[in-house]
């Protein structure tokens, strides 16, 4: 399946029931050089528009929100040692956690591509 | 004045350049009714140095100096011989009149002493890693409770009757507007309190000093472990940092956070600041910390430096979700601990706390034989207690009149309690001389 | 062209060496600038910088507690020491050596008769909890400067413990807490305003104390917008924190409109005191409504920063907050001064106790002996001069930088980064820049309402040559900024100083904050490089 994504720059891929979720190329941009990210413990049952990661530049820290209501079920432990991955691969090997999905009719009020990249264009 | 550069002719030249006519349309954004017609009105003008100076002089006229009196006050603050090196280092201006190092480049001075400052914390105490300085003890205590909050996700701190009174009291303080709860233990004179049966899945976080308010050294082992069962965190508090080259450091006991007031290494009496708080704690709780935090990197040509890290946790950048209001840490007074401690190095820091250790030792022996008066303690490092068989305050001021200054009626710090009515507080260090023990002595046993 | 003023006596035209294209020396060092490395590195056992006598024998009575092992603490004797620090101070840029533009840190000149004085016998060595009859002329000292700054903000009352500008927004916002708590409404009023200029402390004081932060928006004047501010008003408003002047360097033109609208809907008005020493002297806090206000003694004060602290912040009150103001206070009973302490029968109900003691006694002491050194007529035009210093250096600068706002400022002056535009060099660089010129860069970046910005306050500490030296440096820096030929070496920048730019992202990613044997491994110790 395609990604969707959110107005806080979340990006999630869902296949199945499970949707993997990060954070954009823009915002890892806009963060700059990434040197920590706290993600959340398995088996957290997290509600849409939770604060539920913290990733963290040099200058700036940024939540990390649930797009979608679900449990935990895996948290990208690499990253602790490896946090340049977000920054290397936003979309990629620096993805946060993934999540069980509770409700997937959530998704539909996600942005699809095109309505991302109009959205980050008109941030200017 | 002799602090403002600027002429006359100066600032006519600076209003030309800027197109005002007078310095009054700067201030035209100020509203009418706020507008003084001149200066502040009933306040003196400006004065020589030599008028300043006198008008201290007068001020400490008007006290008694413990240098000019046998003096025997702890109580969280107390009394040592500073090196003259340490008070003339810190006075040169690159580190008296520099700020924050904001700018690494510029401010390596700063950023080196507040990183060797963080290590000889974390050997002190036996902890992984420290920050850069808080506020002083009392402060520090405050703020390591709430960080046992952050990481526990509890928020109830139960503290201990040994510690400090006024540390307690900026704990409550902090409970009470902050949204908490502190439970406190009562009064532990005797030092035989146990806390162990009181905490239980609530508790965040178990408050204690060592040695405690009431000078008795304790072991927290066990305490530290029912902490841990029981997923709370242990706060040892020290402060008389001396202790530490005698005493088990809190680390080995077990603690996770310890706090300590670290105004006995190079920093002066000062009439109670400004002073410099200790605060170590184990690596995992590291972001957790509040206060300012000095790291080693490399520069553009792989030189090794030092920078400000982690600011994310801080108040600048993170804003209502940062770890902590703080900005500022106590520098200067952390530049004066850490000269003051690498002239002491191992071997001078433990035969300081030796030395302190034997004048208590024979300042208990000799108010121990005074008819009436009771030493409570069986242990201690350099401050007792003792019971005297009427109220401490009146004797503590009857003594003052004769121009000792004997130590601290505990009624003063805990007016709440009769119970501590008769008890003294006595702190002997380095500084106690038999010249100062005798006449001590002497004037107990004459207003008892 | 901008006119060299280059000061090094040198005839135009010498040769200028490029020292990071210099050869190499065997020791690191460059002249005056000596590699230094940790105490840890340089500590011999049997070496001591004190001798202490040989303590008498005695049975401790450490209940089984002696300290085993080493501690770890390295041993240097007090040459060592004084050459270590020396060399260290030396790496450090200061006050002392020259201009220090730090917005809204006000680096103004550190008087030495403040050092002094804050040190004599008598002073600077009273035990906090002495007797008090022993302690009269300390209590009276704290009682004078209490009077000077309640005169000059024109407020009743003032609360002398907090230990810093951030402790005291702590302790104005517990006071208005607690003013609320008795008036049965802090369950009700939980919003605390504040611009989105605000400083970071002002969102971190009111969300640790419960409240929820709302951002008022500035007008394009760069101050509060009062319609906004009037609609976000409401029964469920605390207070509002402001700064005036505000962090754009402006004052806040109706702010006395602005208290009046807040106490009308029950709020209080907090006054963030970081830039008192605009007006101090000149125009009195108490006049423009303010319900409390911290003063940072070591900016408006000349306590020394001291490489980050010990400050001072006292906080004055309004006759409403005045009753919940924390312990201790300073009392005067005839010719006699006490200590309003716990236990102590007093009228009002304090909120609680902020530190141990009675707060900053040595920065009381600097502050005061500043003050008087001033009077009111020096204080007035130290403001002045602050002021009319930062209008000077945005007027010789605003043809090649851009003001962020127009009209005069008050004691510093704000740039955003359009003149950088598509130069290829950041605010960051341009400060990086500045550093190989001699100074210590501006404050960046803050306030965050302005893009790129460069908050600059000159003081009134520095001759007009200086500033005049100091513009003449920045017009040379926007110059070559914007021929396009020396983004590398903005970029590069600084390359003169005792370290260049430093791997922060290296700090954070691995954290390394305290020494470690293993910190060094062969080869890296950069002493035993340079012998290698």
Request: some cysteine; hydrophobic content about 40%; glycine content about 10%.
């Given at each position: 399946?395609?990604?969707?994504?959110?107005?806080?720059?979340?990006?999630?891929?869902?296949?199945?029931?499970?949707?993997?979720?990060?954070?954009?190329?823009?915002?890892?941009?806009?963060?700059?050089?990434?040197?920590?990210?706290?993600?959340?413990?398995?088996?957290?049952?997290?509600?849409?528009?939770?604060?539920?990661?913290?990733?963290?530049?040099?200058?700036?820290?940024?939540?990390?929100?649930?797009?979608?209501?679900?449990?935990?079920?895996?948290?990208?432990?690499?990253?602790?040692?490896?946090?340049?991955?977000?920054?290397?691969?936003?979309?990629?090997?620096?993805?946060?956690?993934?999540?069980?999905?509770?409700?997937?009719?959530?998704?539909?009020?996600?942005?699809?591509?095109?309505?991302?990249?109009?959205?980050?264009?008109?941030?200017? | 004045?002799?602090?403002?550069?600027?002429?006359?002719?100066?600032?006519?030249?600076?209003?030309?350049?800027?197109?005002?006519?007078?310095?009054?349309?700067?201030?035209?954004?100020?509203?009418?009714?706020?507008?003084?017609?001149?200066?502040?009105?009933?306040?003196?003008?400006?004065?020589?140095?030599?008028?300043?100076?006198?008008?201290?002089?007068?001020?400490?006229?008007?006290?008694?100096?413990?240098?000019?009196?046998?003096?025997?006050?702890?109580?969280?603050?107390?009394?040592?011989?500073?090196?003259?090196?340490?008070?003339?280092?810190?006075?040169?201006?690159?580190?008296?009149?520099?700020?924050?190092?904001?700018?690494?480049?510029?401010?390596?001075?700063?950023?080196?002493?507040?990183?060797?400052?963080?290590?000889?914390?974390?050997?002190?105490?036996?902890?992984?890693?420290?920050?850069?300085?808080?506020?002083?003890?009392?402060?520090?205590?405050?703020?390591?409770?709430?960080?046992?909050?952050?990481?526990?996700?509890?928020?109830?701190?139960?503290?201990?009757?040994?510690?400090?009174?006024?540390?307690?009291?900026?704990?409550?303080?902090?409970?009470?507007?902050?949204?908490?709860?502190?439970?406190?233990?009562k009064t532990d004179v005797d030092g035989f309190e146990d806390l162990i049966a009181a905490i239980d899945k609530e508790t965040s976080c178990v408050v204690v000093q060592?040695?405690?308010?009431?000078?008795?050294?304790?072991?927290?082992?066990?305490?530290?472990?029912?902490?841990?069962?029981?997923?709370?965190?242990?706060?040892?508090?020290?402060?008389?940092?001396?202790?530490?080259?005698?005493?088990?450091?809190?680390?080995?006991?077990?603690?996770?956070?310890?706090?300590?007031?670290?105004?006995?290494?190079?920093?002066?009496?000062?009439?109670?600041?400004?002073?410099?708080?200790?605060?170590?704690?184990?690596?995992?709780?590291?972001?957790?910390?509040?206060?300012?935090?000095?790291?080693?990197?490399?520069?553009?040509?792989?030189?090794?430096?030092?920078?400000?890290?982690?600011?994310?946790?801080?108040?600048?950048?993170?804003?209502?979700?940062?770890?902590?209001?703080?900005?500022?840490?106590?520098?200067?007074?952390?530049?004066?601990?850490?000269?003051?401690?690498?002239?002491?190095?191992?071997?001078?820091?433990?035969?300081?706390?030796?030395?302190?250790?034997?004048?208590?030792?024979?300042?208990?022996?000799?108010?121990?034989?005074?008819?009436?008066?009771?030493?409570?303690?069986?242990?201690?490092?350099?401050?007792?207690?003792?019971?005297?068989?009427?109220?401490?305050?009146?004797?503590?001021?009857?003594?003052?009149?004769?121009?000792?200054?004997?130590?601290?009626?505990?009624?003063?710090?805990?007016?709440?309690?009769?119970?501590?009515?008769?008890?003294?507080?006595?702190?002997?260090?380095?500084?106690?001389?038999?010249?100062?023990?005798?006449?001590?002595?002497?004037?107990?046993?004459?207003?008892? | 062209?901008?006119?060299?003023?280059?000061?090094?006596?040198?005839?135009?035209?010498?040769?200028?060496?490029?020292?990071?294209?210099?050869?190499?020396?065997?020791?690191?060092?460059?002249?005056?600038?000596?590699?230094?490395?940790?105490?840890?590195?340089?500590?011999?056992?049997?070496?001591?910088?004190?001798?202490?006598?040989?303590?008498?024998?005695?049975?401790?009575?450490?209940?089984?507690?002696?300290?085993?092992?080493?501690?770890?603490?390295?041993?240097?004797?007090?040459p060592q020491v004084v050459q270590h620090y020396t060399r260290l101070s030396q790496k450090n840029y200061a006050i002392d050596m020259g201009v220090y533009p730090l917005?809204?840190?006000?680096?103004?000149?550190?008087?030495?008769?403040?050092?002094?004085?804050?040190?004599?016998?008598?002073?600077?060595?009273?035990?906090?909890?002495?007797?008090?009859?022993?302690?009269?002329?300390?209590?009276?000292?704290?009682?004078?400067?209490?009077?000077?700054?309640?005169?000059?903000?024109?407020?009743?009352?003032?609360?002398?413990?907090?230990?810093?500008?951030?402790?005291?927004?702590?302790?104005?916002?517990?006071?208005?807490?607690?003013?609320?708590?008795?008036?049965?409404?802090?369950?009700?009023?939980?919003?605390?305003?504040?611009?989105?200029?605000?400083?970071?402390?002002?969102?971190?004081?009111?969300?640790?104390?419960?409240?929820?932060?709302?951002?008022?928006?500035?007008?394009?004047?760069?101050?509060?917008?009062?319609?906004?501010?009037?609609?976000?008003?409401?029964?469920?408003?605390?207070?509002?924190?402001?700064?005036?002047?505000?962090?754009?360097?402006?004052?806040?033109?109706?702010?006395?409109?602005?208290?009046?609208?807040?106490?009308?809907?029950?709020?209080?008005?907090?006054?963030?005191?970081?830039?008192?020493?605009?007006?101090?002297?000149?125009?009195?806090?108490?006049?423009?409504?303010?319900?409390?206000?911290?003063?940072?003694?070591?900016?408006?004060?000349?306590?020394?920063?001291?490489?980050?602290?010990?400050?001072?912040?006292?906080?004055?009150?309004?006759?409403?907050?005045?009753?919940?103001?924390?312990?201790?206070?300073?009392?005067?009973?005839?010719?006699?001064?006490?200590?309003?302490?716990?236990?102590?029968?007093?009228?009002?109900?304090?909120?609680?106790?902020?530190?141990?003691?009675?707060?900053?006694?040595?920065?009381?002491?600097?502050?005061?002996?500043?003050?008087?050194?001033?009077?009111?007529?020096?204080?007035?035009?130290?403001?002045?001069?602050?002021?009319?210093?930062?209008?000077?250096?945005?007027?010789?600068?605003?043809?090649?930088?851009?003001?962020?706002?127009?009209?005069?400022?008050?004691?510093?002056?704000?740039?955003?980064?359009?003149?950088?535009?598509?130069?290829?060099?950041?605010?960051?660089?341009?400060?990086?820049?500045?550093?190989?010129?001699?100074?210590?860069?501006?404050?960046?970046?803050?306030?965050?309402?302005?893009?790129?910005?460069?908050?600059?306050?000159?003081?009134?500490?520095?001759?007009?040559?200086?500033?005049?030296?100091?513009?003449?440096?920045?017009?040379?820096?926007?110059?070559?900024?914007?021929?396009?030929?020396?983004?590398?070496?903005?970029?590069?920048?600084?390359?003169?100083?005792?370290?260049?730019?430093?791997?922060?992202?290296?700090?954070?990613?691995?954290?390394?904050?305290?020494?470690?044997?293993?910190?060094?491994?062969?080869?890296?110790?950069?002493?035993?490089?340079?012998?290698?």
């Amino acid at each position: 399946m395609s990604m969707k994504y959110t107005n806080e720059h979340e990006w999630i891929r869902v296949e199945g029931d499970v949707g993997t979720i990060g954070i954009t190329q823009y915002a890892q941009e806009q963060l700059g050089d990434v040197v920590f990210v706290e993600v959340p413990a398995v088996g957290r049952k997290v509600a849409k528009g939770e604060s539920v990661a913290v990733v963290e530049s040099v200058k700036a820290a940024s939540d990390i929100y649930a797009p979608v209501s679900g449990e935990v079920v895996e948290g990208n432990a690499a990253l602790a040692d490896a946090p340049g991955d977000v920054n290397a691969e936003p979309t990629g090997k620096g993805w946060f956690f993934k999540l069980k999905l509770s409700d997937k009719s959530e998704l539909d009020g996600l942005m699809d591509e095109a309505g991302y990249e109009a959205f980050v264009k008109s941030l200017g | 004045m002799r602090y403002l550069p600027l002429t006359d002719a100066d600032r006519r030249e600076m209003l030309r350049v800027i197109g005002a006519k007078s310095v009054d349309e700067l201030f035209r954004d100020v509203p009418a009714s706020a507008r003084l017609p001149g200066k502040v009105a009933g306040l003196p003008d400006h004065q020589g140095e030599l008028e300043v100076e006198r008008a201290f002089q007068a001020f400490a006229a008007k006290n008694v100096s413990p240098a000019n009196a046998p003096f025997f006050i702890g109580a969280g603050a107390y009394r040592h011989h500073v090196p003259s090196t340490v008070d003339y280092m810190i006075q040169r201006g690159e580190f008296l009149t520099s700020y924050t190092p904001y700018q690494p480049e510029i401010t390596q001075g700063t950023l080196q002493y507040l990183f060797e400052f963080q290590t000889q914390v974390t050997l002190l105490t036996g902890m992984e890693v420290a920050n850069a300085s808080m506020y002083d003890g009392s402060t520090g205590t405050s703020e390591a409770v709430l960080m046992a909050n952050r990481v526990t996700r509890r928020h109830k701190a139960l503290i201990s009757g040994g510690l400090h009174p006024q540390y307690r009291g900026v704990i409550q303080t902090t409970a009470r507007w902050e949204g908490f709860n502190a439970v406190v233990a009562k009064t532990d004179v005797d030092g035989f309190e146990d806390l162990i049966a009181a905490i239980d899945k609530e508790t965040s976080c178990v408050v204690v000093q060592n040695p405690s308010f009431f000078g008795h050294v304790r072991d927290f082992t066990k305490l530290a472990e029912a902490c841990h069962a029981a997923g709370a965190l242990l706060i040892v508090v020290v402060t008389e940092v001396v202790s530490l080259g005698l005493i088990t450091p809190p680390g080995e006991m077990g603690a996770d956070i310890v706090v300590c007031e670290g105004q006995s290494i190079g920093n002066g009496l000062g009439f109670g600041g400004p002073y410099v708080g200790l605060f170590a704690t184990r690596e995992k709780y590291m972001r957790q910390m509040p206060g300012r935090l000095v790291g080693e990197t490399v520069d553009a040509d792989g030189k090794r430096g030092f920078v400000l890290t982690l600011s994310t946790r801080e108040q600048h950048i993170r804003r209502e979700k940062a770890t902590s209001n703080i900005c500022t840490n106590a520098g200067l007074c952390a530049l004066a601990f850490t000269i003051h401690l690498t002239l002491l190095g191992e071997a001078g820091f433990r035969r300081l706390a030796e030395l302190n250790h034997a004048k208590a030792s024979e300042l208990a022996d000799r108010v121990a034989a005074i008819p009436g008066v009771a030493v409570v303690n069986d242990s201690f490092f350099n401050e007792f207690t003792v019971r005297l068989p009427k109220p401490a305050a009146p004797v503590v001021e009857a003594l003052a009149a004769k121009g000792i200054l004997a130590g601290l009626p505990v009624s003063r710090l805990i007016p709440d309690d009769p119970s501590v009515a008769n008890l003294l507080l006595l702190a002997a260090t380095e500084t106690a001389t038999e010249h100062g023990m005798a006449p001590l002595v002497a004037g107990l046993k004459e207003v008892l | 062209m901008v006119q060299s003023l280059d000061r090094s006596q040198g005839r135009a035209g010498t040769a200028v060496t490029d020292a990071t294209a210099a050869p190499k020396t065997f020791t690191g060092n460059r002249a005056l600038q000596i590699e230094e490395p940790l105490i840890f590195e340089m500590g011999q056992a049997g070496r001591c910088g004190v001798d202490l006598p040989e303590p008498p024998k005695v049975k401790d009575r450490l209940n089984g507690l002696r300290r085993g092992g080493e501690i770890g603490l390295p041993g240097l004797s007090e040459p060592q020491v004084v050459q270590h620090y020396t060399r260290l101070s030396q790496k450090n840029y200061a006050i002392d050596m020259g201009v220090y533009p730090l917005g809204s840190c006000t680096m103004k000149h550190n008087p030495r008769i403040n050092e002094k004085v804050a040190r004599l016998a008598g002073i600077g060595d009273l035990h906090p909890l002495q007797p008090i009859s022993t302690v009269q002329g300390a209590l009276e000292l704290i009682d004078t400067l209490a009077h000077w700054l309640k005169t000059l903000t024109g407020m009743p009352a003032v609360a002398m413990s907090p230990a810093a500008g951030a402790h005291g927004e702590m302790c104005g916002m517990m006071a208005i807490a607690a003013a609320l708590d008795a008036r049965g409404e802090r369950a009700q009023r939980k919003i605390v305003l504040a611009p989105e200029s605000a400083h970071g402390t002002n969102p971190a004081t009111a969300a640790a104390l419960g409240f929820t932060v709302k951002a008022i928006p500035a007008n394009e004047r760069g101050r509060v917008d009062l319609a906004a501010l009037k609609a976000a008003l409401g029964p469920e408003v605390a207070a509002i924190m402001l700064t005036n002047p505000n962090t754009c360097g402006l004052f806040e033109s109706e702010i006395v409109e602005i208290a009046k609208a807040v106490h009308e809907a029950g709020a209080y008005f907090y006054c963030d005191g970081a830039n008192f020493n605009a007006i101090a002297g000149r125009v009195r806090p108490g006049d423009l409504g303010v319900d409390c206000m911290h003063i940072n003694l070591h900016k408006t004060f000349s306590t020394p920063h001291g490489g980050g602290g010990p400050g001072a912040g006292p906080v004055v009150l309004s006759a409403a907050l005045a009753p919940f103001a924390p312990y201790p206070w300073i009392v005067k009973n005839g010719d006699a001064w006490t200590v309003a302490e716990e236990g102590t029968a007093v009228a009002g109900t304090p909120f609680g106790r902020l530190k141990a003691f009675h707060g900053q006694m040595g920065m009381f002491s600097r502050a005061l002996a500043y003050i008087m050194s001033h009077g009111a007529d020096g204080l007035k035009q130290a403001s002045e001069d602050a002021v009319l210093s930062a209008n000077y250096v945005m007027a010789a600068l605003k043809d090649v930088m851009t003001p962020a706002f127009d009209g005069p400022c008050m004691h510093e002056a704000l740039f955003d980064d359009s003149f950088l535009k598509d130069t290829g060099v950041s605010t960051l660089d341009f400060a990086k820049a500045m550093i190989d010129e001699g100074y210590h860069p501006m404050t960046m970046y803050f306030p965050l309402v302005v893009h790129g910005a460069m908050l600059i306050e000159p003081t009134e500490s520095q001759a007009k040559e200086d500033l005049d030296q100091f513009i003449g440096a920045l017009r040379s820096l926007t110059e070559r900024a914007r021929s396009g030929t020396a983004v590398e070496d903005f970029k590069a920048a600084p390359r003169f100083s005792p370290r260049r730019r430093l791997d922060e992202t290296l700090a954070a990613r691995k954290p390394i904050l305290r020494w470690r044997p293993s910190n060094n491994p062969p080869g890296t110790d950069p002493l035993r490089q340079a012998a290698e």
